[in-house]
Nanobody, 120 residues
Framework: EVQVVESGGGQVQAGGSLRLSCTASGLGTFDGFAIAWFRQAPGKGREAVGCLTKNRYAYSGDSVKGRFAVSSDSAKTTVYLQMNNLKPEDTAIYYC?????????????WGKGTLVTVSS
């Protein structure tokens, strides 16, 4: 059974930084998988904020470009979402998702999320 776990959420003041981590049991490593970060703010739909493709190309969503970055450790067991210059509108539950194909809305494996709260 694959279990995806996010960690690193918390409360931070506007302008601050947080780094979220994503790990998965039952896969071995993330080699051969695409990993995405999504978020869902209260009362809003789910939004993609970053992706690490199977070819290890990382990109961020338009709304967070220049502030958020996706990366992986060298062992390919942890994927990070580095969030800088956080704004109150970044407050959301952040989810990590994993799939053997690409980053998209209906990826196979999802974590339960970690809450990020940004205060003004």
């Amino acid at each position: 059974e694959v279990q995806v776990v996010e960690s690193g959420g918390g409360q931070v003041q506007a302008g601050g930084s947080l780094r979220l981590s994503c790990t998965a049991s039952g896969l071995g490593t993330f080699d051969g998988f695409a990993i995405a970060w999504f978020r869902q703010a209260p009362g809003k739909g789910r939004e993609a904020v970053g992706c690490l493709t199977k070819n290890r190309y990382a990109y961020s969503g338009d709304s967070v470009k220049g502030r958020f970055a996706v990366s992986s450790d060298s062992a390919k067991t942890t994927v990070y979402l580095q969030m800088n210059n956080l704004k109150p509108e970044d407050t959301a539950i952040y989810y990590c998702a994993v799939d053997s194909t690409w980053c998209y809305e209906h990826m196979s494996y999802w974590g339960k999320g970690t809450l990020v709260t940004v205060s003004s």
